[in-house]
């Protein structure tokens, strides 16, 4: 019995592999949602293509795509109608993420940077939330 894995390890494995898949499905429909709200002549990215971060290991490099085109697209609209108040958009933020999520696959170093890229996605969805309302619907 030393070399199985005991029942109660494999239901917490499965309890945290559902909870990874749910979070990252929550935060593709989030990113969706963004890109949608952007009229599409200012979109740097198709909103569909968002999913694609749902392909384990695609996603480390999908990353570095997504996350900075949502802020591109932020900037391009929110440039057309002259509103500079909203700084780059959180390409900051985007682009810190796509680093730290990146880097968070090394052994030992990915315990600070898994730590630092979740805050960081946190503090980008946040950020594009309050620039999503800031666009009219009908925009």
Known sequence: MEGMLHPIHFFIIMIGLFIGIGLSILIAAFLYTDFQRIPPTFRKLDPGLV??????????????????????????????VGDTSVGNCGHDLALGYAICSAVSII???????????LVLVILFLVKADELKNRIPISA
Request: proline share 7%; net charge neutral.
């Open 107 to 117: 052994p030992f170093v990915g315990c600070v940077t898994g730590l630092v890229s």
């Open 51 to 80: 999913w694609l971060l749902l392909i384990p290991c695609f996603n480390i490099v999908w990353n570095f795509f997504v996350f900075p085109k949502l802020s591109e697209s932020f900037k391009a609209y929110f440039d057309s």
